[in-house]
């Protein structure tokens, strides 16, 4: 079956696969997934190893299988409960009689079952198994509990089984699979599109990450960001239907979908490029990027060699990129991002009028459930005073999902047109 990858958004499968002679199609299915752009991780249950091993797993994914619900060594980097939160979607394929009754009673006996509870995405499962077993009346009351909890059931495929008996109870072929999850995403994409479809004909140019200012060839001045807000805002621009710029410092981040991306190292090199978009037709810029305040003056040609116990480096200040930006006599619809330790909203309100600014989003960096490197975000949302909006307090949630309110916030105050400020 053939279907365009195209469009497919850079989204997070978790696959998990129980025991079954189906198994060996999850192996397939781990390819097309990852054929199709999905980042794929897998988890096994004790059946299915007895049917394929780990290892095909993790050669196919690239990414380390996930065995056990105790393990010291995945609880040091991606445990179970930060596994649930990382998938966009757990499909489980094949999905024996054994995970669905756990799944239906809330047993939480090893990773799988505990997985299911821990996420708050979508699940699909696709069940394979006897026939006599997928007729069973134990079966099909634990399908109509998933069902009704809002799991999304595979129907099996009819046929002939490795027991010998033929009926309904065959997993879907791998390529069927990966099809239905394509689709998924690409309606759920659409909807977003609906949603937020007024962005549709802009262009928006973003600022992400940090700057890198140096010393000398060797050594720079920088800070703690890692751009993933201002990735998650380009790929939610994309998303509304809007030609997106993303200009990044250095970060080791996919690029969204659909967005251009131009790679920047310093502050000056910011700035020029996005006077360049101005000339492109910018019509929204956000500028999420943590410039570095300031500059070595003069960098050094070569490596400064350690002598005493002192080192003086004289710095001057960097060109302020979102106020220059928001000065030119033909200026975008600008959006600042103030992240601040203390007094936040006092200094968020404070920028917004002094670099004369549309809107601002602020956050307090110094709380390390939402600070720099964080997953999750929470901002508080002023505007300027001629769009007559009140600040809007973002709850803590994800960065897409924040990202998708700041769209939203956007999509607002563009309805209220007034002249530049």
């Not at 027991?163 to 791998?174: A, I, S």
């Not at 994309?238 to 690029?255: H, M, Q, R």
């Not at 659909?258 to 810029?285: K, P, T």
């Not at 968020?348 to 975000?377: H, P, Q, T, W, Y």
Request: glycine share 6%; aromatic share 6%.
């Amino acid at each position: 079956m053939s279907f365009d990858l195209s469009v497919i958004p850079n989204k997070n499968i978790v696959l998990a696969v129980t025991g079954g002679i189906a198994a060996y199609k999850s192996a397939i299915l781990v390819r097309r997934l990852k054929d199709a752009g999905f980042n794929v991780r897998v988890v096994m249950t004790q059946g299915a190893q007895a049917f394929i091993t780990p290892l095909t797993f993790q050669a196919l994914s690239g990414n380390p299988v996930h065995t056990e619900l105790l393990n010291p060594e995945a609880e040091a980097g991606m445990g179970h409960i930060e596994l649930a939160r990382w998938a966009d979607l757990l499909l489980v394929a094949p999905a024996s009689c054994d995970t669905l009754a756990k799944f239906a009673t809330g047993l939480a006996d090893d990773l799988l079952s505990t997985l299911y509870l821990a996420t708050k995405s979508p699940v699909w499962v696709a069940p394979a198994m006897n026939q006599q077993m997928w007729a069973a009346k134990a079966t099909q009351r634990n399908l109509n509990t998933l069902v009704e909890d809002g799991v999304h059931v595979i129907m099996p495929d009819a046929g002939s089984q490795a027991c010998g008996d033929v009926g309904l109870g065959r997993m879907p072929e791998p390529e069927d699979l990966a099809y239905q999850v394509t689709q998924y995403f690409h309606r759920a994409q659409r909807a977003i599109a609906e949603k937020f479809g007024l962005l549709a004909g802009k262009h928006v140019v973003i600022t992400a990450g940090p700057t890198r200012e140096a010393i000398d060839p060797v050594r720079y001045i920088s800070n703690h960001s890692t751009g993933k807000m201002g990735f998650a805002l380009a790929a939610a621009c994309y998303a509304a239907g809007a030609k997106v710029t993303l200009i990044a410092g250095p970060v080791s981040l996919d690029t969204p979908n659909g967005v251009r991306r131009v790679n920047v190292s310093s502050a000056v090199q910011m700035l020029d490029l996005s006077m360049q978009m101005l000339d492109e037709g910018c019509d929204i810029f956000i500028a999420t990027a943590a410039v570095a305040d300031y500059r070595v003056a003069e960098v050094a040609e070569h490596k400064i060699k350690k002598a005493g116990d002192e080192l003086n480096v004289s710095l001057i200040k960097n060109p302020d990129i979102v106020a220059t930006i928001a000065g030119q006599q033909k200026r975008p619809f600008m959006v600042g991002f103030a992240a601040e330790t203390r007094h936040v909203e006092e200094y968020a309100a404070g920028k917004l009028v002094a670099k004369k600014l549309d809107m601002i989003a602020c956050n307090d960096v110094s709380r390390a459930d939402i600070g720099f490197a964080s997953d999750e975000n929470a901002m508080t949302v002023f505007f300027a005073d001629a769009y007559q909006l009140e600040k809007r307090d973002l709850e803590k949630a994800s960065k897409q999902e924040i990202a998708q309110q700041l769209v939203e916030a956007i999509h607002d105050a563009l309805q209220h047109e007034i002249e530049p400020v």
